[in-house]
């Protein structure tokens, strides 16, 4: 029985080259291919496995999993990306995705990559690449003053801005490292030792 796969990429040419890669395959059916996220296609069409080309795995997509994996628990989610931050490899890992890989990995490695996650197997097969969205020196002073206990209405007075722009500094942190709170933001900046 054929790995029945659907297609999506940000980028209209690779996701063609991409089709065209995956047509020579044995034993893969493509039902279809689309650009972003593949919405109308969760419930309404039966296939085993999204192949995803993102430039860079953020919680936006970290988010539509989540949300694509409830209503389809079966499907199994291949990401090909470039760049990711190691906070949200974890994250993607627990949101249920099977697979995370480069396009060169992926090229390669193809029928491998398929027919495992196909059997229910978990491959993060992809080099760690620099930031591809570092902090700037105003994010990372910020966090290292709220891992030192810091109110965000203490920062605001300390560097002299207001409230509402270290708010906004923080949204860009959690957004940059992948997470959903301060603890989050203050553990995965530790691990990159951005702050002490």
């Known amino acids: 029985m054929p790995i029945r796969l659907l297609i999506t990429s940000y980028d209209s040419i690779y996701l063609l080259g991409l089709k065209s890669l995956l047509s020579n395959e044995k034993n ?56 990711y931050h190691p906070a949200v490899v974890s994250t993607a890992y627990e949101v249920g995705v099977s697979a995370i890989v480069t396009s060169e990995i992926f090229q390669t490695q193809l029928s491998n990559i398929l027919q495992q996650v196909a059997n229910g197997q978990t491959l993060f097969l992809i080099e760690q690449q620099p930031l ?8 990372i002073r910020i966090l290292q003053m709220i891992a030192n206990d810091y109110t965000n209405n203490q920062v605001s007075e300390k560097l002299n801005i207001s409230k509402r722009t270290v708010e906004r500094h923080l949204s860009s942190c959690f957004e940059k490292l992948g ?13 990159l030792k951005l702050i002490e």
């Open 132 to 139: 591809l969205c570092k902090l700037n020196d105003m994010e």
């Open 28 to 83: 893969i059916e493509i039902i279809d291919y689309t650009y972003n996220y593949p919405d109308k296609y969760i419930c309404s069409i039966s296939f085993d496995i999204l192949i995803m080309h993102i430039p860079f795995l953020n919680t936006k997509t970290i988010e539509w999993i989540r949300y694509a994996k409830k209503q389809s628990p079966l499907v199994h989610f291949i990401l090909i990306c470039p760049c």
């Open 179 to 191: 997470v959903h709170s301060r603890a989050g933001a203050i553990a995965a900046a530790m691990r």
